[in-house]
């Protein structure tokens, strides 16, 4: 099936979309929270589901990309990831640059976004677990 037309029918109701409450501005606002959507906004140029090439960053820092081969199998869509290390920004950023540009340019931007976010999301989750004490083992010594 064409990308356009499986926009078309998934874009009224899919169990993805989040619609939140009306706005002073523009309405209700709608989210997806569908894999491969690295804004999470509910628009056909960010869908994981619709586009036959999608890059899914997860907030553990799995890397997975879609394979448009195996369509019709939906646990087999994303291929087994690469894992970013929360260590350092930048070259997080530079494999999941990498990887992105291989397979959707247009969405470079977003990727870094989401990358730096989930780095620093991870840091401050690591930050705030207890530290554990290395409990020091004594010998008997044997006289």
């Known amino acids: 099936m064409s990308q356009t037309l499986i926009w078309h029918l998934i874009r009224d109701n899919n169990s993805f979309m989040v619609k939140r ?9 709608q989210f997806s929270s569908e894999p491969g959507n690295l804004m999470n906004a509910h628009s056909f140029k960010y869908s994981g589901l ?6 899914d960053i997860s907030s553990d820092l799995l890397i997975r990309t879609k394979d ?3 369509e019709n199998k ?4 994303y291929s087994a990831g690469e894992t970013l290390h929360a260590h ?5 950023q530079a494999k999941a640059v990498a990887l992105v540009s ?3 340019p247009d969405l470079l931007a977003a990727a870094k976004v989401r990358v730096t976010k989930a780095v ?4 401050a989750k690591n930050a705030n677990r207890p530290k554990k004490v290395a409990k020091s083992a004594k010998r008997g010594s044997k006289n």
């Open 102 to 104: 291989a397979t959707r």
């Open 68 to 70: 448009s081969k195996v």
């Open 88 to 92: 350092h920004i930048s070259k997080a």
């Open 21 to 29: 409450e009306r706005t002073s501005r523009r309405g209700a606002v």
């Open 120 to 123: 620093k999301g991870l840091r």
């Open 74 to 77: 939906p646990s087999k869509v």
């Open 50 to 55: 619709a586009n036959n090439r999608a890059v």
